[in-house]
């Protein structure tokens, strides 16, 4: 049953988004603005580097493999999570990064004393009818969360943008931060037009003054179904505060845009990358994790921290051989990554957490119980 329930969503988030009316008044006023992007053309946004798109076809012959392949797509028992603790994304400090791990691409970020999340989804079932997150539940309520200064969001993908996470998250925030087009989304699930701010690539967003957002190009496509293809500008973000500087990857295939931001907005204290769910018919919007770790040397990263990954079942490769394939191409560049478990903080210029965790689950466990805080 747990095999069928990936297919049955994409036909599910299809039939659901044929159903819908796409254009609102309110997208409609935004054309203009739109047809002004180099990104914008014939009412579908394009990118950077043209590749060959991933067809219906493409996609529909996978099923068979997501039905009945045999590689090690989800672990044989829940993977260690940690409580997160929120002194390190509540301190006040202008001199401070730190990042916590939720899962997947979602991540609490305090850089240099501003509070931002990144792709939050809360759910434990990211989609209808799945799949459903290793780890079970978030180890962090939004109930628990304090406010926060923005939250930003990459792209509509449904394991990056979560209807209940945004519409908990609301009264949170002052900021929702996305690319063109995202933003009818959070309208139409009542978040008022006055709180969301929609960039596109190069452009950027102050906050009081010393906190830059900027939205950078990523090697991706967007939609929530097969009527809305292309809709949406996918995003990358950089974030430079007064002290530090951090990437965030989104989705994204290797591309050169990662040595143009680098050019541009580099060097970055920590860069956060996807390195999973990847596949050769997907080279080209999302990346191998050795193509991970070049991006971040592309960048001028100091310490990686690899996303998009060890949470959900979406994709056909051993859920722990991300992490595999990049711990060693990291060695092999000379690069130090972070490599949390959900929960746990990394906290730049300090001891980076780095327990392969992946390759010994029930050891960890056992850390765990009798050292709780000494990862």
């Known amino acids: 049953m747990k095999r069928l329930l990936l297919p049955l969503s994409l036909l599910f988030i299809a039939l659901s988004t044929a159903c819908s009316a796409w254009l609102t008044q309110s997208e409609k006023a935004q054309r203009a603005r ?40 989800e672990p044989n028992r829940p993977l260690p999570k940690q409580q997160v603790d929120l002194s390190a994304f509540l301190h006040p400090g202008p001199n401070h990064l730190s990042a916590t791990w939720l899962g997947h691409s979602s991540l609490l970020l305090n850089v240099d004393g501003f509070r931002l999340l990144s792709d939050p989804v809360f759910a434990k ?76 690539w190069w452009e950027s967003l102050s906050i009081r003054d010393s906190l830059n957002i900027v939205s950078t190009p990523a090697q991706h496509f967007s939609g ?90 979406l994709a056909l490769h051993p859920w722990y051989e991300p992490m595999q394939r990049l711990k060693t191409a990291a060695e092999t560049a000379g690069i130090q990554a972070a490599t949390p478990i959900v929960g746990q903080t990394t906290l730049y210029g300090a001891a980076l957490p780095q327990i392969e965790w992946w390759e010994d689950v029930d050891r960890v466990y056992q ?6 805080h000494e990862h």
């Open 34 to 73: 739109w047809e002004t992007s180099p990104q914008y053309s014939d009412g579908t946004f394009s990118n950077p580097e043209q590749r060959p798109p991933l067809s219906l076809k493409d996609g529909l012959t996978m099923i068979p493999k997501f039905l009945f392949s045999s590689e090690e797509r």
């Open 125 to 200: 079932r990211v989609s209808p009818l799945g799949p459903t997150r290793y780890n079970g539940d978030v180890p962090l309520s939004i109930a628990q969360l304090p406010s926060v200064d923005a939250v930003l969001i990459s792209h509509d993908h449904y394991d990056h943008l979560n209807k209940s996470s945004i519409q908990a998250l609301d009264e949170k925030t002052a900021l929702f931060i996305t690319g063109l087009g995202v933003g009818n989304r959070l309208a139409q699930w009542g978040v008022e037009r006055g709180k969301i701010r929609e960039l596109d």
């Open 224 to 313: 929530r179904g097969l009527t809305d293809r292309n809709r949406t500008l996918w995003t990358s973000w950089v974030v430079e505060g007064p002290q530090h500087r951090i990437y965030i990857s989104g989705d994204s295939g290797y591309f050169d845009g990662f040595a143009e931001i680098g050019r541009r907005y580099g060097p970055f204290n920590m860069t956060f990358v996807e390195c999973g769910a990847y596949n050769e018919r997907w080279r080209y919007v999302h990346m191998f994790p050795e193509e991970s770790v070049q991006a971040h040397l592309d960048l001028r990263g100091d310490v990686l921290h690899p996303i998009h990954w060890g949470t959900l079942n």
């Open 367 to 372: 850390v765990e119980e009798n050292h709780p």
